[in-house]
């Protein structure tokens, strides 16, 4: 009999009757032949009420009592579906997380999982029961440290019931929630959200982490890297809902499950040019104009970043094909007329990382920007996301970059490439969009211009266990009594700022002129989409789509299959709307999550 894991969410579990609908639902299951684990979340809100208790006693609870009691919530589910499992006829045994032997690191709140003992729950299978796990927890016993209750991070059942899938070797895993599956985007606020047939792990990875919380980042990680069939479901519809799929290989041995090497591959694209504007005047749709009139040139760009608002200019820098440098620069030249500067530089070369679950793991960035620094390499623009990261270099040291990667990321030959064709031909240019509110946008100026110094800023975040995105190094140099400097601009999530500044801090005080600074309430609107690469214009459309939307764009930052726009926070929404219409992702089917109001607008 094939093995199914079957994880049912919140809502999905949110009271008794929907327990009763999902113990027939895995009954029926059953019936059709299937060996049943069923991972599941704790009832409705209930972690959010639990989390509420804590703070309302303390505003920093201590992490390990955190867990203790944050673990509780899924004990309470488990139980109730293994009663109701019972009622239905169905044998069935409900086990938490240190019972099944889910083995995480001892780090409590976000404990990665290492690995699966699953002769426990192999002979309750055996013995024909269903086995009902709790999900979102583990124990760090038999990981060196001491026996305590973990968990896995908000959100985290899915990555249980994915990790229990791997380890099992399970014919599919299914996330049955509260929606028909992976939406274009989060229907509580996009009403014409329409349904995905399939989405790639890559997208799904920049999505979940660009705010699509359908499905967590890790859950994704792991399907992705070892090749487990993943599906998202209704629960309570009959729908197909949305497959996943992946291009890259299963992988062996299981050993630190989730500890598996992030990066699995590195490039090199030479023959990279950078066009730099500064001093653009910041209204909307400047950047749509600038854009639109480079692809209707034929000009295809490849990253894009924006910021830096000194009084009310922006700087804009984008890369392109170097053959291609002296048409965009005429383009730019007849586009900015007197106002601005442009300055253009060729013989450039970019050096990518791929892999999953990069932002995920501050460090790797920074071990990547560090080992380029030790070697002398400076890097000109950097660009990051969950599944790649970029930076430009002078093309004269590209081959030294792509052997630096290679022996930081113990990658093999057939890992690395050179000029590798743009991928994605065939694929939709934007598959799906998101909203990210929980965003803040930090500014250190005055960062001295020498090798190592981004490096330096991602390491000492990364050693907080801070992850920044959607890095911004300005082209901009300026001179102070430190010596030329940039700037850097990145966002974080909110709640991390304060760890940020005090992570910062010496490293400010050493540099001497730099000041770190927060700008004001920001949102992130990104669009994913595989085909982007193989497709001319898509930022153009982007940029029209806010600008015809009144939405005034105030950091840009792109990756190979991403692009993402950071605008104020009232305009979050309308963006959102905005971006998901122009790339006709809108239909006429209504989906809104089960248990909510129909969403306004
Ligand atoms: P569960 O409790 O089942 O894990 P979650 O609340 O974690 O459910 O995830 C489902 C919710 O994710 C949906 O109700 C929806 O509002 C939100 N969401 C955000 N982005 C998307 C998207 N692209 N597709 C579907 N749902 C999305
Ligand atoms: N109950 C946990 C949470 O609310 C885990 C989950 O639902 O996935 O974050
Ligand atoms: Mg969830």
Request: with cysteine.
């Amino acid at each position: 009999m094939a093995l199914l894991v079957q994880k049912y969410g919140g809502t999905s579990v949110g009271s008794v009757e929907r327990i009763r609908a999902v113990a027939r639902r895995v009954a029926d299951t059953r019936a059709d032949g299937h060996d049943v684990v069923v991972v599941v979340s704790a009832m409705g809100h209930s972690t959010d009420e639990l989390m509420a208790q804590a703070l309302a006693i303390s505003p920093e609870p201590p992490q390990r009592e955190l867990d203790m009691l944050l673990a509780t919530g899924e004990q309470v589910s488990i139980a109730l579906l293994a009663m109701a499992l019972q009622a239905e006829g169905v044998p069935a045994v409900s086990m938490t997380g240190p019972q099944v032997g889910i083995v995480t690191e001892s780090t409590h709140g976000r404990a990665r999982i290492l690995e699966v003992r699953t002769e426990r729950l192999q002979r309750r299978l055996q013995e024909g029961q269903v086995v009902v796990v709790a999900g979102f927890q583990g124990t760090s016993a038999g990981s060196g440290g001491t026996p305590e209750i973990t968990t896995l991070g908000r959100g985290g059942s899915d990555t249980s019931a994915v990790a229990l899938a791997a380890a099992l070797g399970a014919e599919a895993c299914e996330i049955y929630t509260d929606v028909p599956g992976v939406l274009t985007t989060d229907p509580r606020k996009v009403p014409d959200a329409q349904l995905m047939e399939q989405v790639s792990c890559d997208e799904m990875l920049e999505l979940a982490s660009l705010g699509a919380a359908v499905l967590h980042p890790r859950a994704v990680e792991i399907a992705r890297n070892y090749a487990v069939p993943l599906v998202v479901r209704s629960s309570w519809t009959a729908g197909a809902g949305t497959r996943l799929f992946s291009r890259s290989g299963r992988r062996v041995g299981r050993e630190g499950l989730e500890l598996g090497k992030p990066v699995d591959g590195a490039e090199l694209l030479e023959h990279q040019a950078v066009l730099a504007l500064a001093h653009v005047p910041d209204h909307p749709g400047m950047a749509a104009r600038l854009f639109e009139a480079l692809s209707s040139e034929g000009l295809s760009v490849d990253l894009i970043v924006q910021a830096t608002h000194e009084g009310n200019s922006n700087d804009i820098a984008f890369t392109l094909d170097a053959a291609d440098l002296p048409r965009a620069e005429a383009v730019c030249r007849a586009l900015l007329g007197d106002a601005g500067e442009l300055r253009a530089e060729a013989g450039l070369a970019k050096l990518s990382i791929a892999g999953a679950g990069i932002l995920g793991r501050p460090g790797v960035a920074a071990r990547l920007f560090d080992s380029l620094g030790r070697v002398g390499i400076s890097l000109r623009m950097i660009a990051t996301s969950e599944v790649r990261v970029s930076c430009l270099i002078q093309g004269d040291q590209g081959d030294k970059a792509l052997r630096t990667a290679a022996q930081t990321f113990e990658l093999e030959e057939h890992q690395l490439h050179h000029n590798p064709a743009p991928g994605g031909v065939g694929e939709p240019e934007v598959r799906g969009v998101a909203l990210d509110n929980g965003q803040a946008q930090l500014t250190v100026t005055n960062v001295p211009d020498r090798p190592g110094s981004a490096a330096q800023l991602c390491r000492v975040l990364a050693d907080a266990g801070l992850s920044l995105d959607t890095i911004v190094q300005s082209e901009r140099r300026r001179q102070t009594a430190a010596g030329p400097c940039r700037d850097i601009a990145f966002t974080l999530p909110r709640a991390d700022r304060e760890r940020a500044r005090a992570a910062l801090q010496p490293l400010l005080q050493h540099w001497g002129e730099a000041v770190l600074s927060e700008g004001p309430a920001i949102a992130r609107v990104s669009a994913v989409g595989a085909g982007m690469p193989a497709t001319a214009g898509t930022a153009a459309r982007m940029f029209r789509a806010l600008a015809d939307g009144g939405v005034n764009i105030e950091m840009i930052a792109t990756s190979e299959i991403r692009i993402s726009c950071v605008v104020a926070e009232a305009d979050g929404i309308p963006a959102l709307r905005a971006v998901h219409g122009a790339f006709g992702l809108g239909g006429q089917q209504r989906h809104r999550a089960e248990g909510t109001e129909a969403p306004q607008g």
